[in-house]
């Protein structure tokens, strides 16, 4: 119950649009929910970019997304040619990725505090996970793209 007196379903207590930033704070975003189900991808690439043994991605519809860089701080590195990894030159955080003709973009989960009410989608290019990189969750595994997702490689 809430102020009005009406019951309020599980969902309408989750917040109408996450907030997110990079480690030094200059680039903002917004994305609104309800949230898609968070991936962790193994591939190289997302772990050369990450530091990490993955890359925790939210994919996103660019309705659904806002960025805000005030300072034009945003970079790009194509590791694939038509694949655009977007951060911050400042502090190096990564912060989306973005493929030529696809308008989802691959949000950083990481750069979120609250991700409130989201689901797990499971582990993506299993397949290329690094040799010390236990994968020991019960998540599903996929070995190469989560099901439903047609276009090309990594996140
Ligand atoms: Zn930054
Ligand atoms: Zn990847």
Redesign the pocket.
Known sequence: MNDSGIEQADAELLPEVYAGHCLCGAIRVYVRGPLAPMVY???????RTAGAP??A?LPVAPEAFTLEDPQRLLGEFRASPDKARCFCTRCGAPVL?RRDGVPVVRVRAGLFDDLAGVTHGGH??AA?AAPWDDITDGLARYPELEPGRATA???
């Open positions: 991808c193994h591939c190289r690439q997302c772990r993955f890359l991605v990725s993506i290019f290329s490689p990594t996140s």
